[in-house]
């Protein structure tokens, strides 16, 4: 690889983007973050001009009707809007990352040009993966997919399935009997498709998160995605890309953060000073800042890894080392947050009381940091033994 990742994703393009996503997410996005957050929803209109933005296409190619964008601009989309809210970035998220992209890099031409479309115009698609006990045990299914002749039949549930309740398509992991977890497309009007309660969570919940149950669910051989047997390599795939999305939201969640704390601290005054003024206020705050740059820097290299380095090795390292530091970087910052602010931050007059509770999330989902450790260990380790 030739040049930095900040030289490579520094050009005016880059910077456009950014900033448009910037405004979007502060005038359009913002405004209504409190009350999604309390109604654990979308707010509809949102959602169509999430769509009319081009944030809810932004890879897939134009001849889908997608904006036709890059990875970097998608991962710059995540971060700009989770800045402001990282509930609805998580929906963006799945959306683009885990559905459209999956179906970008793994299935036939005949199903990108049936879903791609829809994707990109008004669908919003849904990530179906984890049940109770398949969580960092992924693809310990229970869900189960019988042939009967015409292709298969879905039976089991899914848990903590993000955008559930927005979606009108699932990307739904299921074990075939002899051949192993097979992943389908499935509407979510399909027969037997029912969304159970709604799942009642500490933070993102913008992200409108529920248990989706699968009864005698139709599928056909055009639905699969892969190969039977083949879901665990695109569900993986999946999740590898989806961990820089979800690095890409710490890292946002931490800016949006540390921007409110440094700004609080500029304005509010104690015993006759500003409190910006104290080292005790100053020396977290630049701590979090220096933090901060380290992971947005791990981040963008992890991207440029992506779309540069062949190595598959050197990929998964990539991610799974920017989505530790960053998740580690956002709680650090959503603390001191909440500590800058004082009694203000430990209410809901100020965004950082939600940004803390979104912080948890990242040491969680999509590989939890134990999880992360374990992959980058034996990477590590295993390169250094020559293996």
């Given amino acids: 690889m030739t040049g930095t990742a900040t030289e490579r994703h520094d050009g005016p393009e880059d910077r456009q983007w950014r900033q448009r996503v910037r405004r979007f997410a502060e005038e359009t996005v913002g405004p209504l973050s409190t009350t999604m957050d309390k109604s654990a929803s979308l707010d509809p209109v949102l959602r169509e001009r999430l769509f009319s933005a081009g944030l809810m296409s932004v890879e897939v190619p134009r001849g889908y009707g997608g904006h036709g964008g890059t990875l970097f601009h998608l991962v710059l989309a995540i971060e700009e809007v989770s800045r402001v809210d990282p509930g609805v970035a998580?929906?963006?998220?799945?959306?683009?990352?885990?559905?459209?992209?999956?179906?970008?890099?793994?299935?036939?031409?005949?199903?990108?040009?049936?879903?791609?479309?829809?994707?990109?115009?008004?669908?919003?698609?849904?990530?179906?993966?984890?049940?109770?006990?398949?969580?960092?045990?992924?693809?310990?299914?229970?869900?189960?997919?019988?042939?009967?002749?015409?292709?298969?039949?879905?039976?089991?549930?899914?848990r903590w399935t993000s955008n559930a309740r927005n979606a009108d398509l699932?990307?739904?992991?299921?074990?075939?009997?002899?051949?192993?977890?097979?992943?389908?497309?499935?509407?979510?009007?399909?027969?037997?498709?029912?969304?159970?309660?709604?799942v009642e969570q500490m933070g993102v919940r913008a992200a409108a998160t529920s248990d989706v149950v699968l009864d005698g669910t139709p599928v056909r051989a055009a639905q699969r995605v892969g190969p039977v047997g083949g879901g665990q390599s695109v569900g993986m795939a999946a999740?590898?890309?989806?961990?820089?999305?979800?690095?890409?939201?710490?890292?946002?969640?931490?800016?949006?953060?540390?921007?409110?704390?440094?700004?609080?601290s500029r304005s509010r005054e104690q015993f006759g000073s500003r409190i910006a003024d104290h080292q005790g206020v100053q020396f977290p705050l630049a701590d979090v800042a220096a933090r901060l740059a380290a992971a947005r820097a791990l981040l963008y290299r992890a991207v440029d890894v992506h779309q540069h380095d062949p190595d598959p090795i050197e990929r998964m390292k990539s991610t799974a080392m920017a989505k530790y530091v960053a998740a580690q970087v956002a709680e650090r910052a959503a603390s001191v947050a909440v500590e800058t602010l004082g009694g203000n931050g430990f209410t809901d007059a100020y965004p950082v009381e939600r940004f803390y509770r979104d912080a948890k999330a990242g040491k969680i989902y999509e590989g939890t940091s134990n999880v992360l450790l374990r992959t980058i260990a034996s990477l590590l380790i295993g390169a250094n033994r020559g293996d």
Avoid: C, W
């Fill in 90 to 158: 998580v929906g963006i998220h799945v959306h683009n990352v885990l559905v459209a992209g999956t179906l970008l890099r793994h299935a036939t031409g005949d199903q990108r040009r049936q879903y791609l479309p829809l994707l990109a115009t008004g669908r919003i698609g849904a990530f179906a993966l984890s049940e109770e006990h398949a969580g960092s045990d992924a693809f310990a299914l229970t869900t189960v997919a019988r042939p009967d002749g015409a292709g298969h039949v879905l039976h089991g549930r899914k």
């Fill in 239 to 264: 999740l590898d890309l989806g961990r820089l999305g979800i690095a890409a939201q710490m890292v946002g969640l931490a800016q949006g953060a540390l921007d409110v704390a440094v700004d609080y």
């Fill in 170 to 198: 699932l990307l739904v992991f299921a074990l075939v009997e002899g051949s192993g977890p097979t992943a389908f497309l499935v509407p979510t009007d399909a027969p037997g498709v029912s969304l159970e309660h709604r």
